[in-house]
């Protein structure tokens, strides 16, 4: 056994940041459904400004905000969609995704070591076509 990843405050950071602007988009959708990111930008960055001091928000023209705002608004949809709305964020789980090719590789992993990280194997084995892998556990998302 070994640990596949050790703790580290980037990635910590990262899925923080990730909460909080998901958090924000569900209170800023409720509010106004049809939006511009840079009104939600504008809306939050003081905010985070405060908990993520020295990191800017993207604008609108990045790859990254428009990026985030894909999977925010494919969050979003799924809550209303199963009508689970602010609860649904309130039950995010943070994720390290394994994927493995053999059982000799599933039984080498160890938890992590970051904490409230869920480790979820994947194996691929049965799954590669051509260099890509089928999820069928995503094609309804």
């Given amino acids: 056994m070994y640990q596949i990843c050790q ?3 980037t990635q910590k950071r990262r899925h923080k940041i990730f909460l909080f602007l998901l958090r924000k988009w569900f209170d800023f959708k409720h509010i106004n459904p049809k939006f511009k990111w840079s009104d939600f930008k ?16 993207p604008n609108s023209n990045n790859i990254l905000a428009q990026n985030l705002q894909f999977i925010l608004n494919k969050l979003y ?16 789980q943070n994720v390290l995704l394994y994927f493995y090719k053999n059982i000799s590789e599933e039984k080498r992993i160890a938890e992590t070591s970051i904490p409230d990280f869920k480790i ?22």
Avoid: R
């Fill in 120 to 141: 979820i194997k994947i194996n691929y084995s049965q799954a590669v076509c051509e260099n890509f892998l089928k999820l069928p556990f995503f094609a309804s998302a």
């Fill in 42 to 57: 504008k809306w939050i960055e003081p905010e985070f400004k405060k908990q993520f001091e020295k990191l800017k928000i």
């Fill in 77 to 92: 949809d799924y809550a209303q969609n199963h009508k689970c709305g602010w609860v649904y964020c309130q039950n995010v």
């Fill in 7 to 9: 703790q580290d405050e």
